[in-house]
Structure formats: C-alpha cells, structure tokens
C-alpha cells in the first residue's frame, strides 16, 4: 500500500512533467528551406564578388579603381533594396518580397551574360544588389517569424551560418572554378544558382499578418526605413563591421606583404570553422544566459584576433587570429541580429531585420574606402592594431547602448 508520501510525490512529479514548457521545433521544413534559399543566394552574390574586377579589367581594360567600382556598386544596389524591404514587407509580406527579390536576382544575374559595355555592366551590378537586398531582408526575416521565441537566438545563430558559409565557400569556390572555366561560364554557374532558389519558392509557406497600409505609409519618413529600437544595436554592428571590412578587403595583401598566401588561402575556412562549432553554443547561451554572457566575450576575442594579426609574420599566427575573429566577430554578427529583432514590436521584425542589415552593409561596403587611406601611414601591421582599438570602443558603445540595460532591452 502506498504512504500518503509517496502518492504526494506522484503528484508532484505529474505536475512538474505538466508545467516543463515543452520544447518547440526549430529545424522545420520552412526553416532550412529558408536557410538554404539564403545560403544560394549569397553564394551567387560572392562567387561574384570576390571575381568580377577581374572580370572588368580583363573585358572592359578598365584600370584598378573603375574595377573597384563594378564589384562595390553591387553593395549601393544592396542598401538600396533593404530600404525599400524593410519599409515595405509587412505591408506586402514577407513571402511577396522574397519573391519579387529572387526574381529580380534571378534575371539580372543572367544578363550578366549580355552586358556587353561596362555602363550596361554596371547597371546590371546596382540591380542585382538591389535583388540580392530585398531577398536577403526576407529570407532574415522569415527566419525569425518562424523561430520560435524562446529559442530566437539560438535560431538566428543557425539560420546565419548559411551565410557564414556562403562567404567561406564563395570566394574559394569562384577563384577555384576560374582555374577551369571562363568568366561566361562562371556566368552560368551562378544563374543556374539564382534558379535553384527560385524554384525551392514554392514550397515555403509563410503565415504572416499584413500591417495595412495608410495614406501616411507613403510618404518619405525615417522611421519607415530604420527601426529606432534596433538602431543602438545596428550602430554597434557599423563598429564592428567597419573593423571586420579590413579582414575582408586587405588580407590578401596583407598576406602577400608578408609571404604567407598559403597560409592565407585557408584563413576564411578557419574563421568559418570557428563560427560553425561556435554558434550553437552562443545562440543557446543568450537564449538562456542573456545576451551579455555572449556579446562581451565576443568582442574581446574579436580584438585579440586584430591583435594578433597585427603582429603576425608566420602562418600559425595567421591562423590562430582567424580563429580568434571568428569566435568573436562571427558571433557578435548573429547575436546582434538577434537582438535587433528582440528589442523591436512583433509586427516591426521585417523592419528591424532591415536596419540591422543596412549598418552591416554600409560598414562592409564602404569602410575599406575610408580605411584605405590610413595604410600608407600605418601600414598593413598598423592597421589592424588600430581595428583592435575600434573593437574595443564598438565594446564600450555595446555596453552603454544596449548591455547595461540588456534585460530590460531584451523583451520577449
């Protein structure tokens, strides 16, 4: 016969087993749909964007700086498309404007094909941004809709590393492929990339709540483009990436400056390495942890790897700043775009997806330019120990912008 103890903790374990909240899927078909749309997408965009200088100079004898300009204008075309996504998506939907992105992607990166002068080249750059833009904002923001809340970290951590993979893969993937193929050829294997998502578009669906649209919605206001919640934390990502742009656009001289492009074919895939392992851990830690627990360690890793670099003369050095970088600023990307969309209304999670990607955008796109101009005084080595210190105030900026407050910030 059982004691009155016993029954007590019978019950006691059917009501804990009744209020364990039980834990909601993640690795839904809509998700990797969406992640894998995004991964080719952006594959596409860098299989290109590493390659087409060379490309111009090559087809149009054009010199180093209007090279710069057909690969960078790609990025202008970018920024525009996430303003126009980020003010129209929850009006037309997130479904509607992935579309019309990947159909846009989808034609400009076959005309490719056809530009036979270097105006219509350009043009076909600043739309395929424009594409690439609209359709990256969507697929962001899908992602988060359909994640669910309590694990949005953790979720956004995995639906950013088809993009991580993307930026290893593609510049490896295109430089490899023009070993054996010709820039058309390369044409194609990207357009036939571009199709590859547009057909996967049929199988997502997407349960969205349209925000109507008012005579007020069209007109010209700030507020319609950046999201004033995320804008603190968008802000610190402009920091971080302006310091990142110096890995992206100097470190192929930085390693032929110091006899190490063996060791600098593999810097990428290391860095992308470091992520990968890293972001479940990180999305989980900041669902559970807060944000702080991830963010902080974050940027210190981050400025330990500018520093390493910075006094780097061997490949072991080398790749153990790539290391350092992708533990910190791979993660400080994801979990920053996390917090963008957990600090912003339910129904402004498209918009603030937007904001996020826009500070990335114009720091990597535009921070090369101005940071150019401090190599000749500081040189290669110089420069990075000045990217440490940025690191170090993006820090101080996080902290007194968002992780000070970050609970009361962070609201689920």
């Not at 149009?60 to 790609?74: C, K, R, T, W």
């Not at 890995?247 to 074919?265: C, D, R, Y």
């Not at 050095?317 to 993660?331: E, K, Q």
Request: with cysteine.
């Amino acid at each position: 016969m059982n004691s009155p103890l016993s029954i007590s903790t019978c019950k006691k374990e059917r009501m804990n087993k009744l209020h364990t909240p039980i834990k909601e899927p993640l690795w839904t078909k809509n998700f990797i749909l969406v992640s894998l749309i995004n991964f080719i997408i952006m594959l596409s965009m860098y299989l290109l964007l590493v390659t087409i200088g060379g490309y111009a100079v090559d087809e149009y004898h054009v010199n180093q700086s209007i090279a710069g300009l057909v690969s960078g204008i790609f990025i202008v075309g970018s920024l525009i498309g996430r303003f126009w996504a980020g003010k129209y998506i929850d009006i037309l939907g997130q479904k509607k404007i992935l579309v019309i992105g990947t159909i846009i992607f989808t034609i400009t990166t076959g005309l490719y094909l056809f530009s036979g002068n270097l105006t219509l080249m350009l043009v076909m750059r600043l739309v395929n941004g424009i594409g690439s833009g609209v359709a990256s904002t969507a697929t962001g923001t899908i992602a988060a809709s359909i994640t669910p809340v309590t694990r949005r970290g953790e979720g956004i951590s995995y639906f950013s590393m088809s993009t991580v993979l993307s930026t290893a893969v593609g510049p490896f993937l295109g430089l490899t492929l023009l070993r054996f193929i010709s820039f058309p050829q390369l044409f194609i294997v990207c357009f036939v990339l571009a199709v590859a998502a547009l057909l996967m578009l049929s199988f997502v669906k997407v349960n969205e709540n349209l925000t109507p649209q008012t005579s007020a919605d069209k007109g010209f206001r700030l507020g319609d483009f950046i999201d004033k919640n995320a804008l603190p934390i968008a802000v610190v990502v402009l920091v971080a990436a302006t310091a990142y742009s110096s890995i992206l656009s100097f470190i192929s001289f930085f390693t032929k400056e110091n006899h190490l492009v063996a060791a600098g074919s593999f810097f990428f895939l290391i860095y992308a390495i470091a992520v990968l392992i890293s972001r479940p851990i990180t999305g989980r830690l900041m669902d559970t942890k807060g944000t702080n627990v991830v963010m902080i360690p974050a940027f210190i890793s981050f400025a330990i790897g500018l520093l390493l670099l910075s006094v780097t003369h061997s490949a072991l050095l080398l790749l153990l700043s790539a290391i350092f970088i992708g533990l910190g600023y791979g993660n400080i990307q994801s979990i920053a775009q996390a917090v963008a969309i957990k600090v912003t209304d339910a129904h402004k999670i498209g918009l603030a997806t937007s904001t996020y990607f826009i500070f990335l955008d114009f720091a990597l796109g535009f921070g090369p330019y101005g940071l150019g101009y401090l190599i000749p005084s500081v040189g290669m080595h110089g420069l990075y120990q000045l990217m440490a210190i940025l690191v170090v105030v993006g820090l101080i900026l996080y902290y007194l912008l968002h992780g000070r407050n970050a609970r009361l910030f962070e609201r689920q």
